[in-house]
Nanobody
Framework: HVQLVESGGGSVQRGESLRLSCVAT????????MGWFRQVPGKEREGVAA???????TYADSVKGRFTASRDNAKNTLYLQMNNLTPEDTGTYYC????????????????WGQGTQVTVS
């Protein structure tokens, strides 16, 4: 079993930055791939970034060049550095994990955190 706890959300102005963190506990093989997703009420959940245990990362086109996802395996922590934020980035951001298999935002993730709110005005 894997538990994920996000933090770092908040309210910022357009053009500002935020850094989200996600601390993971539990079976490391069940979180070889970790990802960030976001959701706005009334809209489908959107994959933002996925990071494999090797550090290999993929991004949604909407955040390429602005967001950077990374992980510190020694600290069991996943990060999302978000720069040049826009109101379209507003939403609840979720951390997710899955075990073996390909690691992209399109994959099926097994474990989910409770989410952290990001509001950009």
């Amino acid at each position: 079993h894997v538990q994920l706890v996000e933090s770092g959300g908040g309210s910022v102005q357009r053009g500002e930055s935020l850094r989200l963190s996600c601390v993971a506990t539990g079976n490391s093989n069940s979180r070889r791939c970790m990802g960030w997703f976001r959701q706005v009420p009334g809209k489908e959940r959107e994959g933002v970034a996925a990071v494999a245990s090797s550090g290999s990362t993929t991004y949604a086109d909407s955040v390429k060049g602005r967001f950077t996802a990374s992980r510190d395996n020694a600290k069991n922590t996943l990060y999302l550095q978000m720069n040049n934020l826009t109101p379209e980035d507003t939403g609840t951001y979720y951390c997710a994990a899955r075990g073996w298999g390909f690691c992209t935002v399109g994959a099926d993730f097994t474990y989910w955190g409770q989410g952290t709110q990001v509001t950009v005005s």
